[in-house]
């Protein structure tokens, strides 16, 4: 097939188009906007046999003499033509007319679509039949919303009754599947959304009531269940919701009980373990930023709320020479420091086999900035209640060092404080 070239004089118009003579006049128009007009003619072509031509439809016709920026704005609101998204009636226009029938017919159609799906415990397909369905509908509602007086005294009342008693049962169908996938907070707005359109539909009571059950809202539960049973006294369905709500209420009672029965008990430990360690003088003191310890912490036992039980801290052996450590959860306080020595000592790191119970000296730092001697038969209640020392953050700890380098050691440890008070 053989393709015609164009021809000159279709290319001398283009550029007399595209490029405006010079000198004085109004600028030529946008090449749009000269095929538009060219085509939008409403002078017909008349035909061989002197008739005339056929006319142009009315919309094209409109658009003579419009700007290429104009034209292409009227495009946009054209769905074929659409390349913003926007609110476009044109565009809901063509959603609706994606399906034969009224509005109620299409409804309808979703609806039962919705209850078969609904019937076959398919809930999520129901679900989406019920939404096409007052999709639909809300649609009709938004035309109204638009609509003259005029208009809207034109529409047939019983069609829009049937829109609306459609648009109901959608709504509470649909809350029923979200009931089944457990969506509860869709399905009360779902509830919500019936019982503004009728203030006495019980299936929407029922359902808002076993949905906020489920998400512990009892008090609104219980209303919206009463609500129902006001309608409609002899409901089996709403009667055994509340007898749910009952049992729930009473769990939820009693669990918030044992919560509060926790927290006292919490608060009497804590006031029973405060007096303790005043009464034995025994110094505490905590930072803003304390280690975290899990379950370790200062504790009465056997019984934490007998200010005669013993004392027991969780505490760190420190090796500062070889940058190790050991944690004993649970120090007691009559227990003297060889106890633990006896069974963590040699240690597997201990190559040179240094650390022995009998070979190692034991220390703790002084509230002063000092240090200590911890004696390994001394029980650990007399080491802090000798008034130099304090327990930081919950957690006793003592220095563990050889003999043999015990001086060195802490001739070094008082040159280091030293220099930090300086420079503090």
């Known amino acids: 097939m053989k393709i015609d070239e164009l021809s000159e004089d279709f290319t001398d118009s283009v550029k007399r188009i595209e490029s405006p003579q010079n000198g004085s006049g109004p600028p030529a ?8 007009n060219a085509y939008a003619s409403t002078s017909p072509t008349p035909n061989a046999d002197g008739t005339a031509g056929p006319q142009l439809p009315p919309g094209m016709a409109e658009m003579r003499n419009k700007t290429g920026a104009e034209i292409l704005a009227d495009l946009n609101k054209a769905p074929l033509f659409m390349t913003e998204l926007e609110e476009n009636d044109d565009l809901e ?42 999709h639909v509908l809300l649609l009709e509602v938004r035309k109204r919303q638009k609509a003259s ?12 009754k049937k829109e609306i008693g459609i648009l109901e049962a959608c709504l509470v169908n649909r809350a029923a599947c979200h009931l089944e996938l457990k969506n509860y907070r869709s399905c009360t707005q779902d509830c919500a959304s ?28 219980d209303d ?47 006031v029973t373990l405060k007096a303790a360690l005043k009464a ?3 110094k505490v003191r905590k930072t803003a930023q304390p280690p975290e310890m899990e379950d370790a912490k200062i504790e009465l036992v056997p019984d934490p709320i007998d200010p005669t039980s013993a004392i027991s801290f969780p505490t760190i052996l420190l090796y500062p020479l070889h940058l ?101």
């Open 194 to 221: 019936a019982l503004k359109i009728n203030k006495r539909d019980v299936k929407a009571y029922y359902r808002s009531s076993k949905a906020l059950a489920s998400l512990g809202r009892i008090a609104e539960a």
């Open 29 to 36: 128009p946008d090449l749009l906007t000269q095929a538009m």
């Open 93 to 134: 226009a063509l959603k609706a007319l994606a399906y034969e029938g009224t509005p109620a017919e299409v409804s309808q159609g979703f609806k039962e679509h919705g209850n078969e799906r609904f019937k076959e415990k398919g809930w999520k397909d129901a679900k989406e039949f019920y939404g096409k369905a007052i």
């Open 280 to 282: 034995r003088g025994i």
């Open 149 to 160: 007086p005029e208009e809207i005294a034109k529409e047939d009342a019983e069609e829009v």
């Open 324 to 424: 190790e450590s050991d944690f004993i959860k649970s120090f007691n306080e009559t227990e003297p420091l060889g106890h633990h020595l006896s069974y963590i000592l040699p240690l597997p790191w201990d190559t040179k086999y240094e650390y022995t119970p009998n070979s190692v000296e034991c220390f703790m730092e002084t509230t002063s900035g000092g240090l200590i001697k911890v004696g390994k038969k001394v029980s650990l209640l007399k080491v802090l209640t000798s008034g130099s020392v304090e327990v930081v953050d919950e957690v006793v700890k003592i220095f563990v060092v050889p003999k043999a380098k015990a001086d060195s050691w802490i001739a070094e440890f008082k040159k280091k404080k030293a220099a930090e008070k300086a420079s503090g």
């Open 224 to 270: 919206a269940c009463a609500r129902g049973l006001e309608i409609d006294p002899e409901n089996a369905a709403l009667k055994a919701v509340a007898q749910e709500i009952i049992k729930k209420n009473e769990e939820l009672a009693a669990k918030k009980n044992k919560e509060l029965e926790r927290e006292k008990r919490k608060r009497l430990e804590e």
